[in-house]
């Protein structure tokens, strides 16, 4: 049975101590993970091309933020989400990273 992802109303209807509700006021962002961005593109641009393997580094770590953003994953067993009366107590919700760490930065 595949089990779809509450949504941003759910999330702010909860009750929960485990940080898994917007606490912004902003409405849900599936990207909440985005100071390194700028750095997908990493040597691309004349300025940005060095010997020292910085571009290659900053690299990994923007694609690491894309992971954290994207990469689904099960949730289990977290208070708040899978206890939620109203999110009907769900054993598995289907989310990201970003279900529950969902503060823009």
Excluded: Y
């Excluded at 898994?20 to 390194?36: E, N």
């Excluded at 004349?46 to 954290?68: K, L, M, S, T």
Aim: proline share 8%; with cysteine; net charge positive.
């Amino acid at each position: 049975m595949a089990l779809a992802p509450p949504t941003p109303r759910q999330l702010r209807s909860s009750s929960s101590s485990s940080g898994c509700i917007p606490r912004s006021g902003q409405a849900f962002d599936s990207s909440s993970l985005s100071a390194f961005e700028a750095w997908s593109r990493a040597g691309l641009t004349p300025a940005d091309r060095n010997v020292d393997g910085r571009a290659a580094a900053r690299g990994a770590v923007a694609a690491g933020e894309q992971i954290f953003n994207t990469a689904p994953l099960f949730i289990t067993d977290v208070r708040g989400i899978n206890d939620n009366a109203a999110l009907g107590k769900p054993a598995v919700i289907k989310g990201t990273c970003t279900t529950c760490h969902d503060s823009p930065k």
